[in-house]
């Protein structure tokens, strides 16, 4: 592959699960041009934190940061293969895997085949609000997007115990995102443009719900009814890019940038 960013359409046979070298190559693009992202965007957290992707052509497998490296760092080549059962079958640095973010990613990657990538943080925001007892509040146009689409986890210590797959697996249910109680933030997307934006958002909501609380001024709380149109419009346009097919064309704008900044991320893509 040249050093341009890949084509969408390699994109979207990456991301919706066929097989062959060329969809491979193009996820693993794509998963690492979300890792550059993350840091770029000021979401990393040093060395741990994980976004992971199935790979596509069917089985279990899936790619995750290499254990060790920062997120700009990460690499369409340095990414590791691993299977649900954590079995490392491809490592190029021999850094092996975060334990703890093969729990988490494993058990969703399992449980949910509609989960193609899935996208933790810790950013001071995000970790903030997951220790509110209320959580997420539906105060602005970005957080009611996630209307009656989040899912809550409590805390049981760092996530080395394999036993909390199943307890993690349950919370989240059919939901897209996750606060992990006094821990973070998790998305689950259908390909790994829709894992970040959803990410993008929660983290955004996360900021002005703070700020909002910070100022101390009275609010205005839109309704429910309000809250959950807001959450299935954007629901719908999530869908017109996944399921119907149309460009997407945020996604793309953000790998364009990641070209202008990083140049260096795309040769021998």
Not at 58 to 65: D, K, Y
Not at 81 to 106: C, K, R, W, Y
């Amino acid at each position: 592959m040249s050093a341009a960013t890949p084509s969408i359409v390699a994109d979207r046979e990456a991301e919706s699960g066929g097989g062959g070298e060329e969809a491979v190559r193009a996820m693993r693009v794509d998963l690492a041009a979300a890792y550059r992202l993350i840091h770029r965007l000021g979401l990393d957290d040093s060395i741990y934190t994980h976004i992971s992707a199935r790979l596509p052509g069917g089985g279990h497998r899936f790619l995750i940061n290499p254990y060790g490296m920062r997120f700009e760092e990460v690499t369409p080549q340095n990414l590791v293969t691993v299977d649900i059962d954590g079995q490392v079958l491809e490592d190029p640095m021999g850094l092996g895997i975060n334990p703890a973010g093969f729990t988490i990613h494993s058990a969703i990657h399992a449980a949910r085949h509609d989960a193609v990538c899935v996208l933790h943080t810790h950013t001071v925001a995000g970790v903030a609000v997951s220790c509110q007892e209320e959580g997420l509040l539906p105060l602005n146009q970005w957080s009611m997007q996630f209307t009656g689409r989040v899912a809550y986890h409590a805390y049981e210590g760092i996530a080395l115990d394999l036993d909390e797959r199943q307890r993690l697996v349950a919370d989240l249910g059919d939901k897209p995102v996750m606060v992990l109680r006094n821990h973070g933030l998790l998305t689950c997307g259908r390909t790994v443009g829709e894992a970040f934006r959803l990410m993008h958002n929660m983290e955004r909501s996360c900021r002005a719900q703070l700020a909002i609380q910070a100022a101390g001024a009275p609010v205005i709380r839109p309704s429910s009814a309000i809250a959950t149109k807001t959450a299935g419009q954007y629901a719908a346009g999530y869908d017109r890019v996944v399921v119907q097919g149309a460009p997407d064309n945020e996604w793309a704008a953000f790998k364009r940038m990641l070209a202008r900044t990083d140049p260096d991320f795309f040769v021998d893509a």
